[in-house]
């Protein structure tokens, strides 16, 4: 789709014939927040195909964007970072003060020092110190992360025969995971994931739990310049790019923000598919490995991140008839593209969703993002084989928001499941020492680190070597914190 510098004709009325993709005519900005456009968000992408490739959206009341849902437009526009740049310092509504500072779209968008919201160099030395560090991950030491992150949290369900997996497992789980990977000696954990947990939130408390996050995150990033470790928080610190206090907690913030958020949306999107659509779960039982395909389907579908990316255009340009403004905000809809009608090929095995974005932002987590999902959800069945959800699929409730395609509760039941750990953290037995149709095919290397696993490859090393008798008082207090005492 062209993208031009002022045309030489007006923008189109809303579904005019002569430029519409054939949908009904919208009447106006579609808003993309409220329960109606998270109850049925595609239909709102269908009437805003009527418009082009580009629509004009509201994406909060009083904050206008335009919301590109064509695919190959999307891609255009994400790879073209000279006209259509992310930093938000060119939004000239929030310059302006049209758009107000306490507006609740603008802590996503607003510019902080990190790779998201930059360009060029400054975008690059972001860029090289966050995907050098994660380059550094162990997958095999993040799988096992993941696996006793997960175990802990089944122990604080499974007897009971019933759960939120929302909140009791996919919420929790990368809290877990990302406390570790970031290095966190017991003295801080607690505080770390509950500062990480109200930052999410978005929650009453969220001032009084960022001061915390950023005080604990100080702390912690002061005792890793002293005793360093094999963990994100040392890597990052040790990067030549020699980020300061402020850019570190700008970047351990990113990492905790786009990383903790989608992930947890994405193990539940894939378990919804799992648990009610014949495609995938049908029979658990029946000794197919459905995981990856559920996790592209959801990636494909219900994108965790459904519509960001924001870009502010140098110079007003028309993009397929819509007139976008100098410095108004571009947004892509990952949800939309990837659903264009456009699209033919198969999808089956097929990973070109947008769903991680692409061009020079492209989310550079992809692999680790992937890991710490399918291992999410595969240790979830194989523990919990005959779950199954309490409520009608089609009666499952979605969080209203612009920016994500996130469920608001996941309710489940299954035949209870004995704890695997007993009350100080000490492995019990192993529940499924032969493993299941989930995992069968899995590698034995990745349920533990393997021989060849460098050392130091994570902060977690000191901890290995008696896989069942492993001491966790700092999860005995987050397990405490959980159960409301
Ligand atoms: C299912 C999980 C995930 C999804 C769907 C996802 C999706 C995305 C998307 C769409 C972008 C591009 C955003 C934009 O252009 O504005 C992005 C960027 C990013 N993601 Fe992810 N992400 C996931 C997991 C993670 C994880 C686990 C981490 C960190 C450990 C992470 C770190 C980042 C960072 C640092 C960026 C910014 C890159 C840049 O602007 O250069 N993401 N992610």
């Known amino acids: 789709m062209p993208i031009s510098t002022p045309d030489s004709g007006p923008t189109p009325p809303p579904g005019c014939p002569a430029h519409s993709a054939g949908g009904p005519a919208p009447v106006g900005p579609e808003s993309l927040y409220g329960p109606e456009f998270a109850a049925n968000p595609s239909a709102v992408y269908a009437r805003l195909r009527a418009y082009g490739p580009v629509a004009p959206v509201e994406i909060s009341p009083g904050v206008h964007a335009s919301l590109v849902t064509s695919y190959a437009t999307a ?9 259509f740049p992310r930093d938000p310092r060119r939004w000239e509504a929030l310059n302006d003060g049209t758009v107000p500072m306490d507006s609740p779209v603008v802590p996503m968008m607003m510019y902080r020092p990190n790779p998201m919201y930059t360009d060029g160099e400054e975008h690059e030395r972001y860029r090289g110190a966050v995907s050098d560090t994660l380059n550094r991950l162990n997958p095999h030491a993040l799988r096992t992360y993941v696996e006793e992150s997960a175990d802990l949290l089944i122990d604080l369900f499974g007897p009971e025969g019933q759960a939120e997996l ?6 929790r789980l990368p809290l877990l995971v990302f406390n570790q990977l970031f290095g966190c000696p017991p003295e801080l954990s607690e505080k770390l994931v509950k ?3 109200s930052l999410l939130d978005a929650s009453e408390d969220a001032v009084e739990a960022n001061a915390v996050l950023v005080e604990t995150l100080l702390a912690l990033i002061t005792l890793k310049r002293t005793e360093p470790g094999a963990d994100i928080t040392s890597w990052l610190l040790a990067h030549p790019a020699r980020l300061n206090d402020e850019e570190m907690i700008s970047q351990l913030i990113l990492l905790t923000g ?7 949306n994405l193990i539940c999107n894939a378990l919804r598919l799992l648990l009610s659509d014949d495609r995938f779960g049908g029979d658990l039982s029946g000794g197919t490995m459905p995981v990856d395909e559920a996790l592209d389907e959801a990636l494909w579908t219900d994108p965790p991140i459904a519509n960001y990316a924001t870009h502010f255009p140098v110079r007003d340009v028309t993009i397929g008839g819509h007139r976008v403004a100098k410095g108004s905000p571009v947004l892509i809809s990952m949800a939309a593209a990837n659903n264009d009608p456009q699209l033919v090929s198969d999808r089956r095995g097929n990973r070109a969703h947008l769903a991680f974005g692409a061009g020079p ?23 919990v084989p005959d779950i199954e959800l309490t409520v009608d699929p089609g009666q499952l409730q979605w969080r209203p928001g612009p920016f994500h395609r996130a469920l608001a509760a996941l309710p489940v039941r299954f035949p209870p499941v004995a704890a695997k750990y007993d009350a100080t953290g000490v492995t019990a037995t192993d529940q499924n020492p032969g493993g299941s149709a989930w ?3 899995r590698d034995p290397s990745t349920s533990a680190l393997s021989s060849s696993t460098p050392k130091g490859a994570t902060s977690t090393e000191k901890e290995r070597g008696s896989a069942n008798a492993v001491q966790r008082p700092w999860w005995n207090s987050l397990i405490a914190w959980w159960r409301g005492r």
Do not use: F, Q
């Open 75 to 83: 891609l255009e526009i994400m790879r073209n970072t000279e006209t």
């Open 166 to 171: 929302l909140s009791e497992y996919c919420a």
């Open 195 to 197: 500062g990480m947990a």
């Open 258 to 264: 786009a990383g903790v958020e989608p992930v947890k």
């Open 361 to 383: 932002h492209a989310c550079p987590a992809k692999d680790p993002a992937r890991i710490i999902a399918s291992t999410a959800v595969e240790k979830l069945l194989d523990r």
């Open 439 to 441: 995992n069968s095919s």
